[in-house]
């Protein structure tokens, strides 16, 4: 098996390819030790001790360098810990299968997004999801619909994304322009 294994354009945070499927449905990210116990992967993966955020894609793992961490000498170690898993075929998951499910952030907000806006909102999502997610995915990363509100649409990084240096003018500039264009009603994009 060979795993490979692409730069983001968060610095700290590298793109490995297992050359098969990781997530069957859904992304799943991982911020903390605490978060990581729902899978073993994450778990040892953080296990390393320079390892601060960890992100499964569909057919993608980002994992994300602790602070002071270098990459020559992590890279190894977790394409060592990513060949184990999957060689082994060990579960991704403990306890069964939760690729499905995303676990929201602490900070989390409802925008309660208003059900006169539903075609807006739908035409919004369409974008995201057939525009914007598969880009996002190729920089390791994902990028979740929070809300719509007054002309604002609220969306949140996640992944090799989440924290990037390029992340603010992805949204301001990218994601923002795209939806203006095809969604007049849209004014703004702020991050969640």
């Avoid at 859904?26 to 960890?54: I, K, Q, W």
């Avoid at 003018?169 to 991050?191: C, D, F, M, N, Q």
């Amino acid at each position: 098996m060979f795993i490979e294994t692409e730069t983001t354009p968060n610095p700290a945070t590298l793109k490995f390819l297992p050359g098969r499927q990781v997530m069957t449905a859904g992304t799943r990210e991982f911020t903390s030790y605490e978060d990581a116990e729902a899978s073993p992967l994450a778990g040892a993966l953080f296990d390393l001790g320079d390892v601060s955020g960890v992100f499964f894609g569909q057919d993608f793992i980002s994992v994300t360098a602790a602070p002071g961490a270098e990459w020559p000498g992590l890279k190894p170690q977790v394409v060592s810990i990513l060949l184990d898993h999957f060689v082994s075929e060990a579960p991704l998951f403990a306890g069964g299968d939760a690729s499905g499910i995303a676990v929201p952030a602490a900070e989390d907000e409802d925008f309660g997004d208003d059900p006169a806006d539903a075609d807006i909102i739908a035409q919004i999502r369409d974008l995201i999801d057939t525009r914007v997610r598969p880009a996002v995915a190729n920089d390791g990363g994902d990028i979740v619909y929070r809300g719509f509100r007054e002309g604002v649409v609220y969306l949140t990084m996640q992944g090799a994304c989440s924290g990037c240096p390029s992340s603010t003018a992805t949204l301001k500039h990218g994601i923002e322009s795209l939806l203006k264009h095809y969604v007049p009603e849209v004014t703004e994009v702020r991050a969640a």
